[in-house]
């Protein structure tokens, strides 16, 4: 298997499931301005990481790839407790980090796609953050008492650390938030996680979930 992602991504949610299934993988350092190239093109014309070759096949959307990986890895265990309902519960957050929080930073990322005026970007970022921490604190309150998102460790995780990760950058106060500060502390102890981020960063770079950027 071969993993097309650049630094900062979502498509680190997907090395850190490669890094825990464990089996060997290969890696494609990108830097954004590849995602034009007409060799990215060709295997993703939507331009854009994780894309994921398994052999002849290739397969683009992270649902899809972290969904993919933990069914052709099913000892790995990182698809629910082996019940259809297991899988449901794991399906559900990887959806809503998905569909509902990803999306809530692209006004941050990318205010140029929601509002043309740039002096008003400001504001528009002030309210995404205040999208997200709605988001943040139904996070918190589903790991009040748990170690994982859902039941047992899954692919949903990860997806939940990268989030994690992007609201510090953006000085959103994770320590503020007791359940996600334990949780993302847990996720940066995990070998598997540590040798997925000096991949991708080059050294150990830890976030401080208490300061305000």
Same mark, same amino acid.
């Given at each position: 298997?071969?993993?097309?992602?650049?630094?900062?991504?979502? @498509?680190?949610?997907?090395?850190?499931?490669?890094? !825990?299934?464990?089996? &060997?993988?290969?890696?494609?350092?990108?830097? %954004?301005?590849?995602?034009?190239?007409?060799?990215?093109?060709?295997?993703?014309?939507?331009?854009?990481?994780?894309?994921?070759?398994?052999?002849?096949?290739?397969?683009?959307?992270?649902?899809? #790839?972290?969904?993919?990986?933990?069914?052709?890895?099913?000892?790995?265990?990182?698809?629910?407790?082996?019940?259809?309902?297991?899988?449901?519960?794991?399906?559900? !957050?990887?959806?809503?980090?998905?569909?509902?929080?990803? /999306?809530?930073?692209? &006004?941050?990322?990318? /205010?140029?796609?929601?509002? &043309?005026?740039?002096?008003? *970007?400001? %504001?528009?970022?002030?309210? *995404? #953050?205040?999208?997200?921490?709605?988001?943040?604190?139904?996070?918190?309150?589903?790991?009040?008492? =748990?170690? !994982?998102? *859902?039941?047992?460790?899954?692919? @949903?995780?990860?997806?939940?650390?990268?989030?994690? =990760?992007?609201?510090? =950058?953006?000085?959103?106060?994770?320590? +503020?938030?007791?359940?996600?500060?334990?949780?993302?502390?847990?996720?940066?102890?995990? /070998?598997?996680?540590?040798? @997925?981020?000096?991949?991708?960063?080059? +050294?150990?770079?830890?976030?401080?979930?208490? *300061?305000?950027?």
């Amino acid at each position: 298997m071969k993993l097309y992602y650049f630094p900062g991504s979502c @498509a680190l949610a997907d090395h850190i499931v490669l890094e !825990w299934i464990g089996e &060997p993988y290969e890696t494609v350092k990108l830097r %954004a301005s590849d995602l034009r190239s007409s060799e990215f093109l060709a295997l993703n014309p939507a331009g854009a990481v994780p894309l994921l070759v398994d052999g002849e096949f290739t397969l683009t959307q992270n649902v899809a #790839i972290l969904s993919h990986l933990a069914a052709r890895h099913p000892w790995a265990q990182l698809f629910g407790n082996g019940t259809l309902r297991g899988r449901a519960e794991v399906l559900r !957050w990887l959806a809503f980090l998905n569909s509902d929080v990803h /999306p809530a930073f692209k &006004p941050i990322f990318v /205010p140029a796609r929601f509002l &043309p005026d740039k002096a008003i *970007a400001g %504001a528009l970022a002030e309210h *995404a #953050i205040g999208n997200i921490l709605r988001y943040f604190e139904l996070l918190e309150r589903q790991l009040e008492g =748990r170690s !994982w998102l *859902a039941d047992e460790q899954s692919v @949903a995780d990860p997806y939940l650390f990268v989030l994690l =990760r992007w609201g510090v =950058r953006f000085g959103i106060r994770i320590g +503020e938030f007791a359940n996600l500060e334990k949780f993302a502390l847990r996720m940066e102890s995990d /070998p598997a996680v540590h040798s @997925a981020l000096i991949a991708e960063e080059g +050294e150990l770079i830890r976030s401080d979930y208490q *300061a305000r950027a």
